[in-house]
T-cell receptor
Framework: ETGVTQSPTHLIKTRGQQVTLRCSSQ?????VSWYQQALGQGPQFIFQ???????GRGNFPPRFSGLQFPNYSSELNVNALELDDSALYLC???????????FGQGTRLTVV | KQEVTQIPAALSVPEGENLVLNCSFT??????LQWFRQDPGKGLTSLLL?????REQTSGRLNASLDKSSGRSTLYIAASQPGDSATYLC????????????FGAGTRLAVHP
């Protein structure tokens, strides 16, 4: 059974650009959530997808968007990058609601 | 709005000590609470999940307790080892919604030989 995998592990973007981060959920998991973790802080919830539908969103602007595919993998897209978007982006998958969440290794995004 | 506080923020102990990490949360209406470990620059590793109906969970040298009514959870680490050095995060999942996790800032633990 493979765990949650994220790609890429690191990337550097210029302010104003767009970025796509990818997440493959753990086998059998149909729920994927994305979190942003700034240095020295706990992760902040961005949004969640359940069976390809967004079913929850945190306090992030619309330039943060996502998708979930039929195989339950997911993408996080961020448009018009700002310096404050520099963070570790974490993906988590679960087998439905109210179950244990498993996280990937994260993508470190640096905006310059 | 759920707020999570973890005390202490940092802890440095000699190897072999038994440790207690504290987590408090403001809203007792939760589905469950999860404890995670995070190594520097890495993702989160799930340690224990406690459902709202449970009082405690154990895994090896780890024991987590939950007192939902008082908004508290503790993580007990027995016989600490240098390999336990990491940041420990607790995350309750509020009920009545889509089960997102709300994180504290974590406790940074250093166990020295």
């Amino acid at each position: 059974e493979t765990g949650v995998t994220q790609s890429p592990t690191h990337l550097i973007k210029t302010r104003g650009q767009q970025v796509t981060l990818r997440c493959s959920s753990q086998s059998g998991h149909n729920t994927v959530s994305w979190y942003q973790q700034a240095l020295g802080q706990g992760p902040q919830f961005i949004f969640q997808y359940y069976r390809e539908e967004e079913n929850g969103r945190g306090n992030f602007p619309p330039r943060f968007s996502g998708l979930q595919f039929p195989n339950y993998s997911s993408e996080l897209n961020v448009n018009a990058l700002e310096l404050d978007d520099s963070a570790l982006y974490l993906c988590a998958s679960k087998k439905g609601l109210n179950t244990e969440a498993f996280f990937g290794q994260g993508t470190r995004l640096t905006v310059v | 709005k759920q707020e999570v506080t973890q005390i202490p923020a940092a802890l440095s102990v000699p190897e072999g000590e038994n440790l207690v990490l504290n987590c408090s949360f403001t809203d007792s209406a939760i589905y469950n609470l999860q404890w995670f470990r995070q190594d520097p620059g890495k993702g989160l590793t799930s340690l224990l999940l406690i459902q709202s109906s449970q009082r405690e969970q154990t895994s090896g040298r780890l024991n987590a307790s939950l007192d939902k009514s008082s908004g508290r959870s503790t993580l007990y680490i027995a016989a600490s080892q240098p390999g336990d050095s990491a940041t420990y995060l607790c995350a309750p999942a509020p009920s009545g919604g889509y089960n997102k996790l709300i994180f504290g800032a974590g406790t940074r633990l250093a166990v020295h030989p």
